[in-house]
């Protein structure tokens, strides 16, 4: 459901709180169309393209970003105490997830024609692509999930899963799809 003072789609518990614990499947409500346009804006500005959130660069190129959310869409919003809390798994609470990057990707298809969202996509493309290609030039390796840190070091510069893992490709597949043209997305 829509939260309003935090601009973000949320889970809302029986007794009619909000859960604020935002992950990419808040940006999945796209998918269903639920936002108005300047919703889906405001999802855009204030938590994908926010590097203390989910760090993403507006340019696709990093910038701002800090070491330990370099790659841009953790498991789990930046700013979130969980976000990898030291002594503790943390499984979901801050890598990088090629399901959550295709489906965050699928949900902002469907507002291409909001600026800030093709902008927001376009830049998750680049960042996440860079992520995946950076693991393979250097170990050969798909991961089945990446650390967030700007080494994506985890284990010796290594995956933070599995090293060859068949949905860690979605991460730089969503470039490729982009790059072959966007048939959702309008620039109109």
């Known amino acids: ?15 009619g709180t909000f859960y604020r614990r935002i992950s990419p499947t808040s940006f999945y409500a796209m998918m269903a169309n639920a936002p108005s346009d300047s919703q889906a804006a405001n999802m855009i500005n204030t938590w994908l393209l926010n590097s203390s959130r989910f760090c993403v660069a ?3 190129d990093f910038r701002n970003n800090r070491d330990d959310c370099y790659w841009g869409l953790p498991s789990i919003s930046y700013d979130d105490p969980a976000y990898l809390k030291p002594g503790v798994w943390n499984y979901w609470r801050g890598f990088v997830w090629g399901p959550m990057a295709m489906l965050t990707y699928w949900s902002l298809q469907n507002y291409g024609h909001v600026q800030e969202v093709r902008q927001g996509k376009t830049a998750l493309c680049k960042q996440m692509k860079a992520l995946m290609t950076s693991q393979w030039s250097e170990h050969r390796h798909v991961c089945e999930n990446y650390n967030p840190h700007k080494t994506a070091d985890t ?3 290594d995956c933070s899963g599995t090293p060859f893992y068949h949905w860690g490709a979605l991460t730089g597949l969503i470039g490729l799809v982009d790059e072959m043209g966007d048939t959702k997305s309008t620039d109109s």
């Open 1 to 15: 459901l829509w939260d309003e003072p935090i601009s973000m789609y949320v889970n809302k518990f029986a007794n």
């Open 58 to 60: 507006a340019g696709g």
């Open 155 to 157: 284990s010796n510069g």
